[in-house]
């Protein structure tokens, strides 16, 4: 019997999408990178293109108060998501790979900002559909399990408490166990940057929701890796 699903993607010449959606820091992009790895598929990280537009407009949009839609959205066309030699892709800003450009500070406060602009999600939404017309594909970020991909395969939403968020960024950072005003610190900024992507994060209703707070890295891999075997038996 042909499934709902895989009638489908006939858009993405038959291709599997895994939208993997949460808030800041919920582990979303490296653990889509290991569940894409575990199931042969590419990871797709929504968030970078976003960076990757903001630090564009950072070097050629003028000063951020002055920002306009559409010269960021001229930006943006200075972006470009390649495929690299392991399984996902390099993002280049007007060719050269800015993969490390991508974290700064900087482009951490001005994203928000470029995020709401309905120019931008739409420019980051058609790189995003394209490659999954080519590639299965693992994406993860805000809404690509509603506004994306409503078609999706697997939808996982991923949350854990703030503290646990904050915890686990600051390791990654500073590599060291961070102290506990160092982690309250975090948690602020990180509460505040939830308010600010509140209206583009949205858990599709057919979405599993899974609290990492309390599971380790291959703990929540190994679900969504055995969800998304699951799904695709099941066609
Ligand atoms: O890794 P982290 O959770 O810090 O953020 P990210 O995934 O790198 O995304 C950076 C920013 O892009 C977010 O804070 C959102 O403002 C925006 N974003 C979005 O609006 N929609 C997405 N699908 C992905 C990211």
Redesign the pocket.
């Known amino acids: 019997m042909t499934s709902l699903a895989s009638l489908d993607r006939t858009w993405r010449n038959g291709h599997r999408v895994v939208a993997i959606d949460g808030p ?2 919920s582990g ?2 490296s653990t889509a990178q290991w569940v894409a790895q575990d199931l042969g598929y590419r990871h797709v ?4 293109l ?2 990757a537009v903001t630090a564009a407009a950072l070097r050629w949009a003028g000063p951020p108060a002055n920002w306009d839609p559409s010269t960021v959205l001229d930006c943006a066309q200075r972006v470009t998501l390649a495929p690299n030699e392991g399984t996902s892709f390099d993002v280049w800003i007007d060719g050269h790979e800015a993969s490390e450009e991508l974290r700064s500070p900087e482009v951490t406060s001005h ?2 900002v470029v ?1 709401q602009m309905q120019v931008v999600r739409s420019w980051v939404n058609s790189r995003v559909r394209e490659v999954a017309t080519r590639f299965d594909v693992v994406v993860d ?4 399990g509603t506004a994306v991909f409503p078609d999706a395969e697997l939808k996982i939403f991923l949350i854990a408490d703030p503290w646990e968020r904050a915890r686990r960024r600051l390791l990654q950072r500073v590599q060291r166990r961070p102290t506990d005003a160092e982690i309250a610190a975090e948690t602020e900024l990180l509460v505040r ?1 939830d308010a ?2 509140a209206t ?1 994060t949205v858990q599709a209703r057919d979405a599993i929701l899974i609290d990492t707070s309390a599971l380790t890295q291959e703990e929540q891999v190994g679900r969504i890796v055995a969800l998304a075997r699951a799904s695709a038996a099941g066609e």
């Open positions: 800041a820091a979303k992009s990280d929504s968030g970078a976003y960076r994203v928000a995020a970020g805000r809404d690509m940057r600010a992507d583009q």
